[in-house]
């Protein structure tokens, strides 16, 4: 009884997910093409100096009108805010400190300008939102769900059939200490965020080895800030084209600010592990030097 | 490195540092259905704990009652833990204004900015801001001023000795200034936190 309706939740969530996804998508295009060239805001308005980019404190505060005026035309413009802000009145106020990050979808025939805005901060506390990919540690084993240390304010739950072919048969054995790469499905203020291991793209399953989710074996998993983890993700990462010129290695970073590392012996992944840690806290340069001198000590040993 | 936040305030010889862990999990008997409860921990070298301590604590959690959107984090616990590294005067403004910037760099959502300033009110009628413990020993009265940032409005003031009145307000009118002067000097300190992010990564 209780597989069958939550067979059914699944399927209905699954066609959300799988729209969510899309349009996530698209997004997650947009925001790394932000990411790459800032736009321009032409023609801020007079007395205006909330631009992208802005180091802002809390208790900033800007009037809305002044921020959409620079693109009503061709209609009412949409404010989309995000993370960090709140609207007080007529003002937006700044909750965290941070870069301001605005993107603007210029006015189409039928709708007006839509200005997103939010505050890009770093941090070490994860807030769990959905669609994140997360590195989670079992912490707890319940009936028919594991309990995840991701974090954040409170535990993830993740039920134990949540994985991709999972039946009451056939199903993983995490032990408590494991390590599973997953993906937030639900996250509530509230309540503990949901978790699951089911790809909406990949469909392997669990038991061959290229899941896409799932538990991470061997290796070794380390603990960064979130604005770094989230600059490890970018396909351009300086780091990670630095390390990958030395050495062969599996990684895979959770938007919660932890990574995991494996490489062919013990000896490599402590150098890639090392690596990537010392250069959250160094320049480009000095990082690639840093590699490099990493590499040559382990090499002449 | 073990904080979710953490700050140091050093302002002469007085040096606070604030350490801040969470939001997270409560325990049952703390934790609050629809905000987050913040506990402050004053930490004095020798591991005692007396009645000043535990009334810095207490003056520590109503300012950051007052600043911290509580609603964001429901069922969750703000742990500030306190450090006076150094004291010679002002050590409660020094606190207070290490535990604002620490709740800041643990992430969690603030209203706004506020500082706070110690004020001396010496027997000749002058007053001294940011005394020395010197000077607030021979003080006829010191308070400790804490105004929001935007506006300055004040939101906490704690008074110890003897003070008139008008004296009162014109004290709170002068710690205006000071108050600007140090939210500016936080506001450079962070900047120059999130310019060497963005350089590293």
């Excluded at chain 1, 048969?169 to 995490?174: G, H, M, N, T, V």
């Excluded at chain 1, 949901?194 to 799932?214: D, P």
């Excluded at chain 2, 049952?28 to 987050?36: N, P, T």
Aim: glycine letters at 10%.
């Amino acid at each position: 009884n209780c597989h069958g309706m939550a067979g059914d939740r699944e399927e209905v969530d699954e066609v959300d997910e799988m729209c969510v996804e899309g349009e996530v998508a698209s997004e997650r295009q947009d925001a790394v093409m932000a990411f790459e060239k800032p736009p321009a805001l032409s023609g801020k308005a007079a007395g205006s100096d909330w631009e992208e980019g802005k180091t802002v404190l809390p208790g900033d505060r800007e009037l809305i009108s002044k921020l959409t005026a620079p693109f009503a035309e061709g209609g009412t413009p949409v404010l989309q805010v995000g993370v960090g802000l709140s609207q007080q009145d007529s003002h937006l106020v700044v909750h965290r400190a941070g870069t301001l990050r605005i993107i603007v979808k210029s006015a189409t025939s039928k709708a007006g300008s839509n200005i997103r805005i939010w505050i890009e901060a770093s941090g070490r506390r994860y807030y769990p939102c959905m669609q994140d990919i997360v590195i989670g540690v079992v912490t707890g084993k319940g009936g028919d769900d594991f309990r995840l240390n991701i974090r954040g304010p409170s535990v993830g739950i993740l039920p134990a059939l949540s994985f991709e072919g999972a039946t009451k048969r056939s199903r993983p054995k995490l032990e408590i200490g494991s390590l599973v790469f997953c993906r937030v499905l639900h996250a509530y203020r509230d309540a503990e965020p949901e978790l699951t291991c089911i790809s909406l793209t990949h469909k392997k399953g669990w038991m061959t080895g290229s899941a896409m989710f799932g538990e991470l074996q061997g290796g070794f998993m380390f603990e960064i800030s979130i604005g770094y983890a989230h600059s490890l993700l970018h396909p351009d990462s300086h780091i990670i084209s630095c390390l990958g010129r030395q050495m062969a290695f599996e990684i895979a970073v959770g938007t919660n600010g932890r990574v995991w590392v494996k490489a062919e012996n013990v000896e490599k992944t402590v150098l890639a592990v090392n690596a990537i840690r010392n250069a959250e806290h160094l320049e480009r340069g000095q990082a690639e030097a840093m590699v490099e001198a990493l590499t040559k000590f382990s090499r002449n040993k | 490195n073990h904080a979710d936040g953490s700050a140091r305030f050093v302002f002469k010889g007085t040096a606070v540092l604030a350490g801040v862990f969470g939001p997270r999990e409560g325990r049952a008997a703390i934790k609050a259905s629809d905000e987050s409860v913040i506990t402050v921990n004053w930490n004095r070298g020798d591991g005692l704990s007396g009645s000043r301590e535990k009334e810095y604590e207490t003056i520590v959690r109503n300012i950051l009652e007052a600043v911290v959107v509580r609603s964001q984090d429901p069922l969750c616990v703000i742990e500030v833990s306190l450090q006076a590294v150094t004291e010679s005067g002002g050590s409660l403004s020094a606190a207070i204004n290490a535990a604002v910037v620490a709740v800041i760099d643990a992430g969690v959502a603030v209203e706004g900015l506020c500082a706070a300033v110690t004020v001396a009110l010496m027997h000749d009628g002058s007053i001294l801001l940011d005394p020395t413990s010197g000077e607030e020993g021979s003080a006829r009265g010191v308070m400790t001023v804490t105004l929001r940032g935007h506006d300055h409005a004040l939101l906490s003031s704690v008074v110890s000795g003897k003070v008139g009145e008008e004296e009162l307000l014109t004290a709170i009118e002068a710690a205006g200034d000071a108050v600007s002067t140090v939210l500016t000097f936080i506001r450079m300190a962070v900047e120059k936190r999130l310019e060497k992010e963005q350089r590293c990564w």
